[in-house]
């Protein structure tokens, strides 16, 4: 794994969801499922919150998220900064 790519376990992005959309009503029976970007960012079209990948671990905290949510999701650094 390089510095600028992080690989995530297709079975875990399956799963993970982001934790704000989760709860949407409106957003059918499944909300908060996430998209890998450039390889280190997981992002949420149903919330626009952005989580980064560091270290291969996604940081899946709300404040982390909404942090990056005004970020377009070309400009999200790569890799994503330390907290």
Do not use: F
Not at 1 to 14: G, R, Y
Not at 39 to 67: F, Q
């Amino acid at each position: 794994m390089s510095d600028t790519q992080s690989v995530v376990d297709p079975k875990l992005l399956a799963i993970l969801r982001c934790p704000v959309a989760v709860h949407y009503r409106d957003k059918g029976d499944d909300p908060g499922k996430l998209e890998l970007v450039k390889g280190c960012w997981l992002v949420s079209a149903d919330s626009g919150y952005k989580y980064p990948i560091r270290n291969g671990l996604p940081i899946m905290l709300i404040s982390e998220g909404e942090k990056w949510k005004d970020v377009a999701a070309d400009d999200l650094p790569v890799p994503p900064p330390a907290e």
